[in-house]
T-cell receptor, first 115, second 119 residues
Framework: AQTVTQSQPEMSVQEAETVTLSCTYD???????LFWYKQPPSRQMILVIR??????QNATENRFSVNFQKAAKSFSLKISDSQLGDAAMYFC????????????FGKGTSLLVTP | GAGVSQSPSNKVTEKGKDVELRCDPI?????LYWYRQSLGQGLEFLIY????????KSGLPSDRFSAERTGGSVSTLTIQRTQQEDSAVYLC?????????????????FGPGTRLTVL
């Protein structure tokens, strides 16, 4: 089974600064999808960004971008110009493209944004 | 359009009672997933429905857990004879799944979850 590791249980960033959340995964597959989800205290899991493994170009969504290193099996999330509303739990997730349907989640990183 | 909805938002029950949790997926989404989020185990996959196919129940932790999906839309997760270790947030997600050979990201959209507390 694929495993997803988020090595930073907590991170802190000042408003307007940049922060990077780490994620590594273990897989023998070549085709898969990677996701970052945000979970604020409301519990709603919100998709932040997604990456297809067959795409070499890193995904970006406004202030959010990823650094996808397929050989290193690394998928970090960079948040630029951090805002107070970015404070939440962030989960990295893996899904196989060819077998199984479930998302495999990391344990999450709690992001605190200070004024 | 409307997102995934779940009810109830919170449920408190006594050990040994049965509970039913409901999920309304996004209209038109053919795939539906249940996950459990607990402090000790993180987010775990429970069960997956796709159209009229037999569900993938590989994540259900015991035979006290069951789920059904009526008419390809609403789903109910039932936990019989609840135990304290069943206390968790139960999350439902849905996705549209391309048919045939089309490759897609099958992004899952989540509901707000049901927090279950077993006393």
């Amino acid at each position: 089974a694929q495993t997803v590791t988020q090595s930073q249980p907590e991170m802190s960033v000042q408003e307007a600064e940049t922060v990077t959340l780490s994620c590594t995964y273990d897989t023998s597959e070549s085709d898969y999808y990677l996701f970052w989800y945000k979970q604020p205290p409301s519990r709603q899991m919100i998709l932040v960004i997604r990456q297809e493994a067959y795409k070499q170009q890193n995904a970006t969504e406004n202030r959010f971008s990823v650094n996808f290193q397929k050989a290193a099996k690394s998928f970090s999330l960079k948040i630029s110009d951090s805002q107070l509303g970015d404070a939440a739990m962030y989960f990295c997730a893996y899904r196989s493209a060819n077998s199984g349907y479930a998302l495999n989640f990391g344990k999450g990183t709690s992001l605190l944004v200070t004024p | 359009g409307a997102g995934v909805s779940q009810s109830p938002s919170n449920k408190v029950t006594e050990k040994g009672k049965d509970v039913e949790l409901r999920c309304d997926p996004i209209s038109g989404h053919t795939a539906l997933y249940w996950y459990r989020q607990s402090l000790g185990q993180g987010l775990e996959f429970l069960i997956y429905f796709q159209g009229n196919s037999a569900p993938d129940k590989s994540g259900l932790p015991s035979d006290r857990f069951s789920a059904e999906r009526t008419g390809g839309s609403v789903s109910t997760l039932t936990i019989q004879r609840t135990q304290q270790e069943d206390s968790a947030v139960y999350l439902c997600a849905s996705s549209s799944r391309p048919g045939g050979l089309t490759k897609g990201t099958d992004t899952q959209y989540f509901g707000p979850g049901t927090r279950l507390t077993v006393l």
